[in-house]
């Protein structure tokens, strides 16, 4: 096997003592970035997007399972220490990490020395969640079309993605 390329069989397995590093990681990643001083509008971590560090390293050294669980566990163990990310995020917060892992996990079982794996699945996440988002929102909108313009439709959605 070519020292570039690396196999499904490259991932190993996630033991109690690495999941439990991982979430702990997973954990105090988020906090830390918390924990700068900030005046944004926003918090900061909307900016640096602390949770996707670990889950992306869990999902290149031990696959997209664990990767997943990482991703999906870490925000709720942030929201329960620090209050954020805010709860009503938290939902689309997991379908953007789900999305990550799964983009992740291909680009980096196709190309594990692709120094873009990371961003790349980040920008492609975020397209599938706003897309998902704007399907939802034109489906619970639908039936008031006739008693809206369509502005008001587009400046819900453009509204809700920006909450993203």
Do not use: Q
């Not at 590093?21 to 954990?27: D, K, M, Q």
């Not at 918090?43 to 999902?59: E, K, R």
């Not at 917060?93 to 196709?110: H, I, K, N, Q, S």
């Amino acid at each position: 096997m070519n020292s570039t390329a690396r196999s499904a069989s490259f991932h190993k397995t996630v033991g109690w003592r690495e999941g439990a590093v991982l979430v702990v990681v997973a954990w105090l990643v988020p906090f830390l970035v918390h924990l700068i001083p900030w005046g944004g509008a926003r918090p900061l971590g909307v900016y640096v997007l602390p949770v996707f560090w670990t889950t992306f390293l869990a999902v290149y050294f031990y696959g997209a399972l664990p990767g997943l669980a990482i991703g999906l566990v870490a925000p709720l163990v942030n929201i329960v220490f620090t209050g954020l990310p805010a709860l009503r995020m938290a939902g689309n917060m997991g379908l953007e990490v789900a999305f990550f892992v799964g983009t992740a996990a291909l680009l980096a079982g196709r190309w594990p020395a692709f120094w873009l794996t990371a961003p790349l699945a980040w920008v492609a996440a975020k397209a599938l969640a706003i897309a998902v988002l704007a399907h939802r929102v034109l489906l619970s909108t639908e039936a008031h079309l006739d008693r809206r313009t369509a502005a008001s439709v587009i400046s819900d959605v453009v509204a809700r993605v920006k909450a993203i």
